[in-house]
């Protein structure tokens, strides 16, 4: 900095005739004082002087004092906005950076939070993403063949989907984005309880109704969503419809009392094929969604109970007869679509979800949508451990042994890791399959 330059106040000098010639004494004793007065000035210079220079130096240099701004507060900022002490900032970057460091919990992959920029132009970090669990979708991709129009590429929905409007729009908007054209929504489930408000006579007062929502506003997220919707209901596992309409239940012998199934913890009722009362109440079901616009229906569950051999006493011969299998044929007019275990169907004798297809011919056109599982076709009984190979090898025996029945492959989801779905899915096309179910 340059030095200020001082003009004192101007002295006009003017000329003393009276100023009297100074002695040769005089002079000197001025001279001493002067060399006294410039001593004193300098020590007093050196002992305050300075002391009072350094004090003045070193204001701003403490650094215990110091408070620097952290980057994203240098600029201006927002007058309703209180600046965040630099303790406070640390604290919050120890919170965000391990949330964006831990891996997705959902099977759905989650993107890192993006900058957004707020009113006044300024760059704040956006909140870190909301993980969830629900309606997890299964990685995997559709076929990349051409397929027809009418081919479904479907995933399975849980259950809590059918909570509301929101739940089951996010999860097929979820679904179409992953490549799915359709979804599977059980409408009933195996204890008989409807997931949607039926207006079925005797089950519209609540004591079967699972979930709200109406079979119109169920379609109507569909087709907002631009998805396939299959309806999927089990039949004869219907506990609770049993007790409401007991005419659906086996009969003891001679006692109009309901048989009860006790190898099952709480025993239970099942729905008798050969009850007038069965087959009446699930063509009112299959009434109810064709009418709403389900052109899909899967059945589950066309099943007899594993009966013992104790049952005998109770319950009539006939449902121990190797032709009982007629009596499915009955309620299979209720769907489309039959769902059956691939272990059921390559048995040595159908088991009990493949009885149904002791006689294809009485199918009524119903395809078969066949579950493929590897817990069910163990390595140890002769099936290829490759999940691709077994997939191949599976589909193969199935089709020689049903004949030009339609099957749709089910990949039993809690069998395969997502590698393995991508490998099946991807050797469906070249074996001529187009519609597949990941479940």
Request: hydrophobic share 40%.
């Amino acid at each position: 900095m340059n030095k200020r330059k001082y003009y004192g106040k101007k002295i006009k000098k003017t000329r003393n005739i009276y100023r009297k010639r100074k002695t040769a004494g005089q002079k000197v004793f001025g001279t001493v004082v002067l060399v006294t007065a410039v001593g004193a000035l300098a020590f007093l210079g050196f002992c305050i002087g300075r002391p009072l220079l350094d004090y003045l130096g070193s204001i701003g240099t403490d650094k215990g004092s110091e408070w620097t701004p952290a980057a994203s507060y240098s600029e201006k900022m927002d007058t309703e906005t209180t600046p965040l002490s630099t303790a406070e900032i640390d604290a919050a970057e120890d919170v965000i950076e391990p949330v964006l460091e831990e891996p997705a919990e959902t099977e759905a992959a989650v993107q890192p939070p993006q900058t957004a920029n707020d009113a006044a132009g300024q760059a704040k970090p956006a909140p870190p993403p909301v993980k969830t669990t629900e309606n997890p979708i299964p990685e995997t991709q559709p076929l990349i063949i051409p397929i027809s129009s009418d081919a479904l590429i479907s995933v399975t929905a849980p259950a809590n989907t059918l909570a509301n409007r929101a739940s089951l729009s996010a999860f097929l908007a979820k679904a179409k984005s992953g490549g799915y054209n359709s979804a599977v929504v059980q409408l009933k489930d195996r204890n008989g309880f409807f997931r949607y408000k039926t207006v079925i006579e005797g089950a519209e007062d609540g004591k079967l109704i699972a979930d709200t929502m109406t079979l119109d506003e169920i379609m109507s997220v569909f087709d907002e969503n631009g998805m396939i919707p299959i309806a999927e209901i089990a039949v004869l596992s219907d506990n609770a419809g049993c007790e409401v309409f007991t005419d659906m239940s086996y009969k003891c012998m001679g006692e109009n009392i309901s048989w009860l199934d006790y190898t099952m913890n709480p025993p239970r009722r099942w729905a008798n094929p050969d009850s007038q009362e069965t087959r009446e109440y699930f063509a009112e079901v299959t009434a109810e969604l064709t009418s709403a616009g389900f052109e899909h229906i899967m059945l589950t569950d066309v099943i007899f109970p594993d009966f013992q051999s104790y049952d005998s006493v109770y319950i009539a011969q006939k449902y121990y007869n190797a032709d009982r299998y007629q009596m499915l044929y009955s309620v299979v007019k209720a769907g489309n679509m039959i769902e059956v275990k691939a272990s059921d169907v390559l048995a040595e004798t159908y088991g009990r979800t493949a009885e149904v297809l002791t006689d294809t011919s009485q199918l009524h056109d119903n395809s078969i949508a066949l579950v493929i599982s590897r817990s069910d076709l163990p390595a140890d009984k002769g099936y290829p451990a490759d999940a691709k190979s077994l997939f191949e090898t599976v589909l193969s025996l199935v089709s020689a042994k049903v004949g030009d029945i339609t099957i749709v492959p089910v990949i039993d989801g809690s069998s395969f890791d997502d590698s393995e779905k991508q490998k099946i899915i991807g050797s469906l096309g070249s074996l001529g399959y187009e519609s597949y179910i990941v479940k």
